[in-house]
T-cell receptor, first 111, second 114 residues
Framework: GDSVTQMEGPVTLSEEAFLTINCTYT??????LFWYVQYPGEGLQLLLK?????DKGSNKGFEATYRKETTSFHLEKGSVQVSDSAVYFC??????????FGGGTRLMVKP | DADVTQTPRNRITKTGKRIMLECSQT?????MYWYRQDPGLGLRLIYY???????NKGEISDGYSVSRQAQAKFSLSLESAIPNQTALYFC?????????????FGPGTRLTVT
């Protein structure tokens, strides 16, 4: 079945550091890929998406590129802020239009 | 006001008790979902409903049941709670169209079974 694998956290960075959170997937066909973010005490919210190979999703300074050849969708940000501290989930949408989530990666940004 | 609300926000219960978690939405979405979140395991789908008369089991439905009372309401029941059902539970909604990938989540219910 479909699966999503993320790097284990927590990831601890200083403010203005460069962020990468790795995500790889296994799926049949050509899934759409997403990053969701969960701020403390809240539910998940969609951060960005990519629906086909080589698409780049971007939002709030975060970017991720859909790499079909490496089945990856790594999340990056050039300069993180304390307010980016959250749990980040990579997800894919399969042919049945259901989402499969990765295990989540906690990011902690220190001032 | 929040678009997706969950009650209660926190609940502690004993093994063997029946408990219901409730979800309401004002987004007008047809689809509703229940997930549980465990550390390191991400979110796992328990049940989902594409409309009031269409309810489906998800990945981990054993030990749970649901009721879609109206388009806006979707309840999750644990008939006889057990400690390994201790988790954070989320309700979510989405449209039924091409943007159904974007799910809108409630704030979660933290359930502890002792």
């Amino acid at each position: 079945g479909d699966s999503v694998t993320q790097m284990e956290g927590p990831v601890t960075l200083s403010e203005e550091a460069f962020l990468t959170i790795n995500c790889t997937y296994t799926a049949t066909g050509y899934p759409s890929l997403f990053w969701y973010v969960q701020y403390p005490g809240e539910g998940l919210q969609l951060l960005l998406k990519a629906t086909k190979a080589d698409d780049k999703g971007s939002n709030k300074g975060f970017e991720a590129t859909y790499r079909k050849e490496t089945t990856s969708f790594h999340l990056e940000k050039g300069s993180v802020q304390v307010s980016d501290s959250a749990v980040y989930f990579c997800a894919l949408r399969n042919a049945g239009n259901m989402l499969t989530f990765g295990g989540g990666t906690r990011l902690m940004v220190k001032p | 006001d929040a678009d997706v609300t969950q009650t209660p926000r926190n609940r502690i219960t004993k093994t063997g008790k029946r408990i219901m978690l409730e979800c309401s939405q004002t987004k007008g979405h047809d689809r509703m979902y229940w997930y549980r979140q465990d550390p390191g395991l991400g979110l796992r789908l328990i049940y989902y409903s594409f409309d009031v008369k269409d309810i489906n089991k998800g990945e981990i439905s054993d030990g749970y049941s649901v009721s879609r009372q109206a388009q806006a309401k979707f309840s999750l029941s644990l008939e006889s709670a057990i400690p390994n059902q201790t988790a954070l539970y989320f309700c979510a909604t989405s449209t039924s169209g091409t943007a159904s990938y974007e799910q809108y989540f409630g704030p979660g219910t933290r359930l502890t079974v002792t």
